[in-house]
């Protein structure tokens, strides 16, 4: 429990110095200060896609070894990644609305189909409410993890697949695209919201492993209630 | 009985029992075809609009309704089938390839059929030369969806709300090939060339026929 609190407190301060860069960070010439909002949107989706490997890596483990902690790593990955794609989405929406005028823009094909893969893990997350036997429930989600992982290529490449209102990627094998202390807090983000990630994975895994034993606690049900003997009742 | 005449008795089967019970050719069709109606009566008579959404409208109306070809009764086993084919010795991987050769026959069958009513209704402006591409994006597209509907089926086979499960989690994924077979089309009007598309296509296919030999064993136990 105190290793999950180190870890979480160790993450929010890492969370707090990524945005300290942020605000330092030169802006962006045409876009002003909402060009910060890169260095909190483009972290949040490349965890979304890493947890969401995550997932597919559990779901394939699991399918080999058979064990229950590759199950708890693919849905504690598979709940992190939602909530990750959903705060990336909402970030660009953020930014899309200042800079296009549009928090939605169908030019975009990044959004549409990050929206889409989305969609996929909440049918995952409905998938595992609907089986009670966890023995099933991880069989079939570890085949829907390690399937629906496919997509993922499609939504990060979506921006170069197609004609889009959406930026390329910064980063690039031949250099980034942005100056170096623009490049440098987006590094730093990107290092503290994986940190962050790896941080509520550590304390998700932990409250999983609680919920399973007070299940079994429960299903084992209290101890039986011993009648009392003729002797030790008085007024008879 | 090697594995691919296992696949194509499999095929058979399924094929034999869907002539039976009908449900694609008097259900599901005909709904298709009323959900290209229900579109310009939505939009209104607006001539050059209805001849605009024609190819988007197909490809909507054909991946809903194709969800349910793909989740049709006759590739539903049930318990006892499926106890029959293990003692049988029959491949859970020639199982999953028969399923996805029959289901793509009456998948490419439904597709053209919605193909035709939608040229028929909406009158679009086609380019030069598009049966071939189309018919080929169209193919790709139905095998990938049979694929996807096979292994949706299986992994929620038995619960209580398999239909709307399934269909949940066969929508999202079909994306590549939503995006494979529409972008055909209008490559083809724009002259930009089809070529990544069919190559999405193919890899999607091709990754999905993967996952589901080399998943069908650990499928036909979770579907018990």
């Known amino acids: 429990m105190n290793r999950v609190r180190i870890l979480l407190a160790t993450a929010g301060i890492a969370v707090l110095t990524g945005l300290w860069f942020a605000f330092i960070s030169p802006v962006d010439r045409l876009q002003g200060e909402f060009s910060r909002i890169l260095n909190l949107h483009a972290p949040f989706m490349w965890v979304a896609f890493l947890a969401f490997g995550v997932t597919a890596f559990a779901s394939i483990m699991w399918l080999i070894r058979r064990t229950l902690r590759w199950d708890r790593l693919a849905v504690a990955s598979v709940e992190l990644g939602v909530v990750f794609t959903a705060t990336g989405l909402f970030t660009g929406m953020v930014w899309g609305q200042a800079v296009w005028g549009r928090a ?100 998700r895994l932990h409250l999983a492993r609680l919920e399973e034993a007070s299940a079994a606690e429960t299903a084992r049900g209290p101890d039986a209630v011993t009648p009392p003997r003729l002797s030790e009742v008085k007024d008879v | 009985m090697s594995f691919w005449a296992q696949a194509v008795e499999i095929a058979r089967v399924d094929l034999r029992v869907e002539r039976r ?85 009456l998948m490419v069958g439904f597709l053209v059929v919605l193909l035709a009513a939608m040229i028929v209704l909406y009158s679009p402006r086609l380019p030069e030369g598009w049966p071939i591409p189309v018919i080929v994006g169209l193919f790709l597209t ?24 399934a269909s949940l989690i066969i929508v999202p994924l ?51």
Do not use: C
């Open chain 2, 174 to 224: 079909a994306l590549p090939l939503v995006i494979g077979g529409s972008q055909t089309l209008e490559s083809l009007a724009r002259d930009t060339g089809i070529l990544p598309w069919l190559l999405l296509l193919v890899a999607t296919d091709l990754a999905l026929a993967v996952a589901g030999v080399a998943m069908a064993r650990p499928l036909e136990e979770a579907s018990r």
């Open chain 1, 104 to 203: 939605w823009d169908w030019a975009d094909p990044r959004m549409a189909s990050t929206a889409v893969m989305f969609f996929v893990y909440i049918g995952y997350l409905a998938l595992r409410r609907a089986i009670p036997d966890p023995e099933m429930r991880a069989k079939r989600s570890a085949l829907l993890g390690a399937i629906a992982v496919i997509q993922v290529p499609l939504v990060y490449f979506s921006v170069n697949l197609f004609r889009s209102l959406h930026q390329t990627q910064s980063i690039r094998p031949d250099g980034a695209t942005m100056p170096r202390e623009m490049l440098t807090a987006l590094l730093v983000n990107f290092v503290a919201i994986t940190y962050l990630y790896f941080a509520l994975l550590v304390g």
């Open chain 2, 21 to 105: 019970l009908g449900d694609i050719l008097r259900v599901v069709l005909p709904f298709a075809v009323v959900g290209l109606l229900v579109f310009p009566l939505a939009l209104g008579v607006d001539l050059s609009a209805i001849s605009l959404i024609g190819p988007a409208v197909f490809w909507a109306v054909g991946i809903l309704f194709g969800m349910q070809v793909a989740l049709r009764q006759a590739a539903h086993d049930n318990r006892e089938r499926r106890d029959l084919y293990a003692l049988l010795g029959v491949d859970p991987a020639a199982r999953f390839v028969g399923r996805t050769i029959s289901g793509s026959v």
């Open chain 2, 142 to 165: 139905a095998v990938g969806l049979t694929e996807l509907g096979t292994l949706a089926g299986e992994v929620t086979a038995g619960l209580r709300n398999r239909t709307a499960l």
